[in-house]
């Protein structure tokens, strides 16, 4: 079985900045895509970021505004989110997850119902 686990997460303040990070049990995570979400209470689950499995390309929800990077280190076979600039509505709770297929990805990595496996979650709280 798979297992993803993110950490980095807490309380921060506006304009604070924090790294998020993603680690994988199982096969490395370096074969796979990776892709960052977020949910706030009562919204649905929403894309925040990805990056390809060979950290080529890098994909953005329009919300980062350039605010946030994801990048990956394959040598640590870690992926990381860093958050710079927080605003409280960046406030819930953040997933990293990988599609079942390692390699290049064909599909969509905006798309949740591309991912098939999440991590528990790490909590973002930011307070103004």
């Known amino acids: 079985q798979v297992q993803l686990v993110e950490s980095g997460g807490g309380q921060a303040h506006t304009g604070d900045s924090l790294r998020l990070s993603c680690a994988k049990s199982g096969r490395t995570l370096s074969a796979y895509a990776t892709g960052w979400f977020r949910q706030a209470p009562g919204k649905e689950r929403e894309f925040v970021a990805a990056?390809?499995?060979?950290?080529?390309?890098?994909y953005f929800a329009n919300f980062v505004q350039g605010r946030f990077t994801i990048s990956r280190d394959n040598a640590k076979d870690m992926v990381y989110l860093q958050m710079n600039n927080l605003k409280p509505e960046d406030t819930a709770v953040y997933y990293c997850?990988?599609?079942?297929?390692?390699?290049?990805?064909?599909?969509?990595?905006?798309?949740?119902?591309?991912?098939?496996?999440w991590g528990q979650g790490t909590q973002v709280t930011v307070s103004s």
């Open positions: 990056i390809t499995y060979s950290g080529s390309n890098t």
């Open positions: 997850a990988a599609p079942r297929q390692t390699g290049p990805y064909p599909g969509s990595l905006f798309k949740i119902a591309e991912y098939t496996f």
